[in-house]
């Protein structure tokens, strides 16, 4: 959870980082750094602008592109040069405003976004944040099938009613190319390469509580 605390009632506040993105940025790098070491994908989440829980599944959030980039931006961006595995996008809908020229884009679900989830994805040097793992929505963020697909969504949670069989036949039409299923797969299975979670399987009784001193 690296959202930060931009609204004082917020709920998960507790969870994140705090209000400052410096702060934030440093102390994501280390979170996800020290899971990853652990054969465990690091979830960096809600991709973007989650900073309250009220109404947070019909919300638009409207930010301008500059805040965006230097604030909302930035304590994910230290998990993603961490190289967190995993990003989850958010219920929220989000407005981004560009500056140059004026252009209030209309807000779409987060997890079908068509600027931010492209702003993730896209490498630095284009201006992005370069990240190389997989977006994986919220439980029941998912809203379309074709939309989410094409903007930069990789994984449905916790069903398949939007990438199940929707997803096969929009690829059997041509509405999703091919190339950007092949994408998904490579996104999912190459962090679990990477970070141990193939050679190392985990192990245990799921219905256990864990706990320690």
């Given at each position: 959870m690296v959202n930060m605390a931009r609204v004082p009632t917020d709920g998960r506040s507790f969870e994140s980082c705090g209000e400052d993105p410096v702060v934030c940025y440093d102390m994501m790098y280390a979170e996800v750094e020290g899971i990853q070491s652990n054969n465990i994908l690091a979830c960096t989440?809600?991709?973007?602008?989650?900073?309250?829980?009220?109404?947070?599944?019909?919300?638009?959030?409207?930010?301008s592109e500059r805040a965006m980039h230097e604030l909302y931006?930035?304590?994910?961006?230290?998990?993603?040069?961490?190289?967190s595995g995993v990003v989850m996008c958010s219920?929220?809908?989000?407005s981004v405003q560009k500056e140059q020229p004026f252009e209030m884009v209309t807000g779409?679900?987060?997890?079908e976004n068509n600027i931010t989830l492209p702003h993730l994805k896209t490498p630095e040097a284009s201006g992005g944040l370069g990240f190389e793992g997989y977006v994986q929505s919220d439980w029941g963020a998912t809203h379309s099938t074709v939309q989410a697909a094409i903007n930069g969504l990789d994984q449905q949670m916790p069903d398949a009613s939007f990438f199940g069989s929707k997803l096969q036949q929009a690829v059997q039409s041509g509405d999703v190319p091919e190339s950007r299923l092949d994408d998904m797969i490579v996104r999912i299975l190459t962090p679990m390469y990477v970070y141990g979670l193939i050679d190392h399987p985990t192990t245990g009784n799921l219905s256990v509580d864990a706990t320690s001193p």
């Open positions: 989440k809600h991709w973007v602008a989650n900073n309250g829980e009220f109404q947070r599944h019909e919300v638009t959030e409207i930010v931006y930035w304590a994910f961006r230290g998990g993603i040069n961490a190289g219920y929220n809908r989000v779409l679900y987060a997890c």
